[in-house]
């Protein structure tokens, strides 16, 4: 798993923001 992915896994949903979840989803996007 990329830094990423364990970003999203290894904490709880609460923990992001509207936004931080737009840019984790472009992140995610490029990674694949």
Same mark, same amino acid.
């Given at each position: 798993m990329g =830094?990423? &992915?364990l970003? $999203? +896994?290894g904490h /709880? /949903?609460?923990v +992001? =923001? &509207?936004g931080e979840? &737009?840019?984790l989803g472009v992140l $995610?996007?490029?990674q694949t």
């Open positions: =830094s990423v &992915e970003a $999203l +896994f /709880p /949903p609460q +992001f =923001s &509207e979840y &737009e840019i $995610l996007a490029r």
